[in-house]
């Protein structure tokens, strides 16, 4: 099975699995390698599809993160196809916390067609979240 895994339930995705890092030591395989090279397709794949994805980049340890963690579901409710989301444990996917340059938790980030139209660190209500990716669509 492939490292990096994708469940999509409701289009409500969740990275469970870490990407693979480059940075671990230099006897790292080629096939390990290329399993990276194929996670970081995947998760372009997603950002840069026609629907609209918000990232959520959080970590367990994170009291906001927790906070957010029904909000996010809420909108997933509310909002249906019109927008997918993908929650990243930051801990365990190093490579594309660093990709997209995280500093803090929770970040939200929202991607359309490999674009990032809004991005937001820290927590906010479920109406001003809605708002902004409205306004962004």
């Not at 340059?101 to 991607?111: A, D, E, G, R």
Request: aromatic share 6%; hydrophobic share 40%.
């Amino acid at each position: 099975m492939d490292r990096f895994a994708v469940v999509l339930i409701f289009d409500l995705i969740t990275i469970q699995h870490p990407i693979v890092s480059l940075r671990t030591d230099p006897k790292v395989c080629r096939a390990g390698y290329n399993t990276y090279l194929r996670n970081m397709e995947k998760f372009n794949d997603i950002i840069k599809s026609e629907t609209p994805t918000l990232v959520d980049f959080h970590a367990n340890w994170c009291g906001p993160c927790k906070a957010m963690s029904p909000i996010i579901d809420q909108l997933k409710k509310e909002m249906g196809p019109e927008v997918r989301i993908l929650k990243i444990d930051i801990d365990k996917n190093h490579e594309v916390s660093a990709r997209v340059k995280i500093k803090s938790v929770p970040t939200l980030m929202l991607f359309k067609k490999g674009e990032i139209p809004w991005k937001n660190s820290g927590g906010m209500d479920l109406r001003s979240l809605k708002q902004k990716i409205k306004a962004s669509l």
